[in-house]
């Protein structure tokens, strides 16, 4: 599985915490990655340049899962 708004937060998940990343999935818990608060916004920020669109405060309250994220901006991804 690998949509470009996957492979954009494992990138800057991996250049924002110096890990590889390889172990990151869909279902890997946002309170399980290898970054803090700010880096998380850090990569959002960069999604939503990259792909457009926005995440709201209350969106990214209601996510759980790295595969939440993804499909806020590619809602085919599985």
Do not use: N, Q
């Given at each position: 599985m690998s949509t470009e708004a996957f492979s954009l937060a494992r990138t800057a998940i991996a250049r924002l915490?110096?890990?590889?990343g390889a172990d990151l999935t869909m279902d890997t818990p946002l309170s399980d990655l290898?970054?803090?608060?700010?880096?998380?916004?850090?990569?959002i920020s960069e999604m939503e340049d990259a792909l457009g669109g926005s995440v709201s405060?209350?969106?990214?309250?209601?996510?759980?899962?790295?595969?939440?994220?993804?499909?806020?901006?590619d809602p085919s991804a599985s």
């Open positions: 915490s110096k890990t590889d290898p970054i803090d608060s700010l880096d998380l916004f850090t990569m405060d209350d969106a990214l309250d209601e996510m759980k899962t790295l595969g939440d994220l993804v499909r806020h901006f």
